[in-house]
């Protein structure tokens, strides 16, 4: 049976080249797309959980493929990682991210940090050469990592982490609960902040687990005294409940879209008159 199986994989496969050649496209369209900076990024409102201020924006990609229309960052970024182009899309975000949050100094500014920027020895350099051509104050700088490389290399993690906090920026824990998250990381790679993935949000009106979960997550957060942000908040309901279980931090459409950078100025005008 298993000799059979291999035989039929090595069959031809029309289908199969299809793919191999759109991704191939795709791949290429990508790497115009960074090397012209046709990259856009859009900022996504951060709030306060008690007096639902704005505090902060969380800066997301955005490619509009020439002749295809717009592509989900869930589609790019995983090809970007594979195909050596991640770290000059980090970069590009970093940086741009950084001087248009210049204009907002009542505002953190949060970037995402793939796996494949973070394993890189020369991270905590890069960074710290944006930041001085930027001249954006460190600590309104948030860097957020997932935990999927962290479990694998939890030493470079470590160290990667220490050199980041030495710079000034913060580090913060994204899509927490979405994965095997083991709460003895939180205590071991000194995160700022964690991010409860919008997975747990999403039904904690309709199911008591979910709830308990996410009541279980944050509290375990706090006694470690980190603070935590919910993400993916849709309805007024959710953003009380999570407030109630302790975030202190929001996000969702409830509170607002990913936006282009004008529509953050228009809200910060509107919010000092
Ligand atoms: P993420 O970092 O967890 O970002 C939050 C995602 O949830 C964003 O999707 C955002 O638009 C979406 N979102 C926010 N509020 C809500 C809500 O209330 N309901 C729903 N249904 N969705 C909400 P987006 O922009 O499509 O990005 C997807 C993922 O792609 C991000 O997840 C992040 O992992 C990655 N990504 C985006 N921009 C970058 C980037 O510049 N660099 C890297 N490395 N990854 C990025
Ligand atoms: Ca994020
Ligand atoms: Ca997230
Ligand atoms: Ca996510």
Redesign the pocket.
């Known amino acids: 049976a298993k000799e059979a199986g291999r035989a039929r994989m090595t069959l031809y496969d029309p289908a199969m080249d299809a793919d191999r050649g759109e991704r191939n496209a795709l791949e290429l369209d990508l790497r115009m797309a960074i090397e012209g900076g046709d990259l856009q990024?859009?900022y996504?409102p951060l709030i306060d959980a008690a007096t639902h201020e704005m505090t902060g924006v969380?800066?997301?990609?955005?490619w509009n493929r020439p002749g295809h229309g717009p592509v989900?960052?869930?589609v790019f970024?995983p090809i970007a990682e594979t195909s050596g182009l991640?770290e000059a899309?980090?970069l590009f975000?970093l940086r741009k991210a950084c001087e248009t949050a210049k204009q907002w100094p009542e505002l953190r500014i949060s970037?995402?940090?793939?796996p494949g920027?973070f394993r890189n020895p020369a991270f905590a350099d890069y960074v710290r050469y944006v930041l001085k051509q930027t001249e954006i104050e460190a600590k309104r700088v948030t860097l957020?990592v997932?935990e999927g490389y962290m479990i694998q290399n939890p030493q470079r993690t470590r160290q990667a982490i220490e050199r980041l906090k030495a710079l000034g920026v913060k580090v913060a824990l994204?899509?927490f609960g979405s994965g095997f998250s083991s709460i003895g990381y939180l205590r071991q790679f000194g995160f700022d902040r964690i991010?409860i993935?919008?997975s747990l949000v999403m039904d904690i009106l309709e199911s008591d687990r979910q709830r308990e979960m996410l009541q279980a997550t944050v509290a375990l957060a706090r006694s470690l005294d980190i603070p935590v942000t919910a993400?993916?908040?849709?309805t007024e309901e959710q953003a009380i409940a999570v407030r109630l279980f302790g975030c202190d931090t929001l996000?969702?459409?409830?509170f607002g879209?990913?936006m282009p950078a004008d529509q953050i100025t228009e809200r910060l005008m509107q919010a000092r008159a």
């Open positions: 990024i859009a996504q969380e800066a997301l990609v955005r989900s960052p869930e970024i991640i899309l980090g975000v970037v995402n940090v793939s920027q957020e997932t994204d899509d991010k993935d919008r993400e993916g908040i849709e996000q969702g459409y409830f879209r990913p």
